[in-house]
């Protein structure tokens, strides 16, 4: 059990001046977005401030589920979901882009863990 003087300082502040109520819609098939519309304190929408919309879905690979996200920059549902297959291939060329990142690295751990040392050499 953790006590009182191992607990990390974490401010558990909720930012009353950022409130968004989250609204979803999808078409059980590929696409999810969200949208988060702002909110005063008391629950009432914030018309000082506009909504934001967020894309995901998630492709089937051999090692499971590969979740994929992006902001979008739209201001209704139908430019979200005209903006939605556009956003969702830029964010699997970056995810591919870092997944391929991380192997080279990976490989060059392994290279490095392999070499023969020759004492005295």
Do not use: C, W
Request: proline residues 7%; without cysteine.
């Amino acid at each position: 059990m953790v006590n009182g003087a191992n607990m990390p300082n974490i401010d558990f502040t909720v930012d009353r001046n950022n409130l968004y109520r989250e609204e979803g819609i999808t078409d059980h098939k590929v696409a999810s977005i969200r949208r988060l519309v702002p909110i005063k304190v008391d629950g009432s929408d914030d018309p000082d401030r506009d909504a934001v919309f967020y894309a995901s879905t998630q492709l089937m690979t051999p090692e499971g589920p590969l979740p994929l996200q992006a902001a979008l920059e739209a201001k209704t549902y139908e430019e979200a979901i005209n903006e939605f297959p556009a956003a969702m291939k830029k964010a699997l060329e970056k995810t591919l882009e870092q997944l391929q990142k991380h192997q080279q690295q990976q490989q060059q751990q392994q290279q490095e863990k392999s070499r023969i040392y020759v004492p005295g050499r």
